[in-house]
Each structure stands twice: as C-alpha cells, then as structure tokens.
C-alpha cells in the first residue's frame, strides 16, 4: 500500500484512468459507505482529468433512487429496503452505463429520477465522446447487478463509525436532506450501517475492486492497488 498526501492521491487516480484502454468511455465506479467521501473524491478527480483535456461525465447513484413510498416500503429504518429497495438499477443501466458500453452508441441520461420532487425525471439524452469517462459515485456499486459494467472501480473505505461521526458534522443524510443528530445516529446505526454490513456479507465488494481507498485520514490517504488489476 501507498500513502500519501491528498493531490498524491488525486495524481495516481488519474494515472490509474489514463492506463486503462477501452473503444468506448471509460466507466469508474467510486463505491463506499455513505459519508466516507466518494462524491469529493469524484468531484476532485473530475477537476484534475478535466484540467488534462479529458472529457468527463460525473454522476451519482442519488439520481437513481426510487422514489420514497417504494424505498422505505419495507419501514424507513429497514437495513434490507436500504439494500433492495432503494435504487433503480435496470435504469442505471439502461440510460448510462449500457449506452457507454461496448455495444453502446453513447447518448446517455445522467439522472432518472428528481430528489427535489420524489418523481421521475428524464433529462434530454447527450452524446458522449468515445474517449469520456464517467465518475459515478454511489453505494452498492459492486453488487451483482453492476459488477461487469464498470471498466475501472474504486472503493472508498472508511471505518463505519467514523462515517457516524461525519455525517453528524455535516449534519445531513446521503441524499443530501439536512437531518438532526438523533435522526442521523438513527439512521446510519440502524439502516446504513446495517445495510452495508449485509452487502459485504453478500457482494465482497473489496475483493472486486481494482484499487482501495483508505478515506480514515483524509489529507493523509492511504491507497491499495490491488494485484489482480490490470492497472
């Protein structure tokens, strides 16, 4: 493992994308527990590609949800729902990461559905460059559903209750919704946390990724490029 200051970081991220090679733009996943920093590390890693002419397509699993009667179907603490429940995977795929793909022809949506209203959205299709990368940051990325339709992916990995502790500073839940300390506290030890548990114990996401952040000390990051990656 390596360590290293952030933009170290930020620099071998980049590096890692520009050594992977597709006929097609190029799909990264940045998965992780909520609060363990996957959306600042995809915006900042947008920022650097972007600054070398790169051109990127950020987007994040919260513009997949389902809306909220069937999310919280199963009650809104439910680890379960939070797993199953909570995003629309055939839609992910049908709108972004299958028309990025191999046998894609590049006009994708980045949003299905619209946080603001809990309803459906459809933004107008845009046409990707061949040579794009898509930053998609989100949980459960590396799940069963998704596995094969990221050409790079990166787990953002932070101890579960330090992510408690962040999301209590910020004051906010991972859809962004501004959230009291009890509610938060409620929330990540009986749905988040709960739920990520239950996805290690069935997806192995670590075991699928091709390189691992360790998030725990945020200016003074630790990294792991795992040996079965072709990186």
Excluded at 159 to 173: K, S
Aim: proline fraction near 7%.
């Amino acid at each position: 493992m390596d360590q290293g200051t952030r933009g170290e970081l930020i620099g071998r991220l980049a590096e890692a994308i520009r050594s992977v090679t597709t006929a097609h733009p190029l799909r990264v996943a940045i998965d992780g527990p909520p609060a363990a920093g996957k959306t600042t590390l995809a915006d900042e890693l947008a920022v650097v590609l972007r600054a070398q002419d790169r051109d990127v397509i950020r987007a994040t699993i919260d513009d997949f949800l389902f809306p909220r009667a069937q999310r919280y179907r199963r009650g809104r603490y439910s680890a379960e729902g939070c797993y199953f429940d909570a995003h629309d995977h055939a839609a992910l795929c049908r709108v972004l990461l299958d028309p990025l793909g191999p046998s894609g022809d590049r006009r994708f949506q980045h949003s299905v559905y619209d946080r603001d209203t809990d309803t459906p959205s459809s933004p107008p299709a845009t046409t990707a460059p061949a040579d794009a990368v898509l930053l998609f940051d989100g949980v459960f990325l590396l799940r069963p559903e998704l596995i094969d339709r990221w050409d790079l992916r990166i787990f953002v990995s932070v101890p579960f209750e330090q992510t408690v502790d962040r999301a209590r500073d910020r004051g906010t839940g991972p859809a962004g919704s501004t959230a009291d300390t009890a509610e938060i506290e409620r929330s990540w030890h009986n749905r988040y946390i709960p739920s990520q548990k239950l996805y290690f114990a069935t997806a192995r996401p670590t075991d699928h990724a091709d390189i691992i952040v360790y998030n725990d000390q945020l200016q003074r990051p630790t990294w792991d490029v795992r040996p079965h990656s072709s990186i």
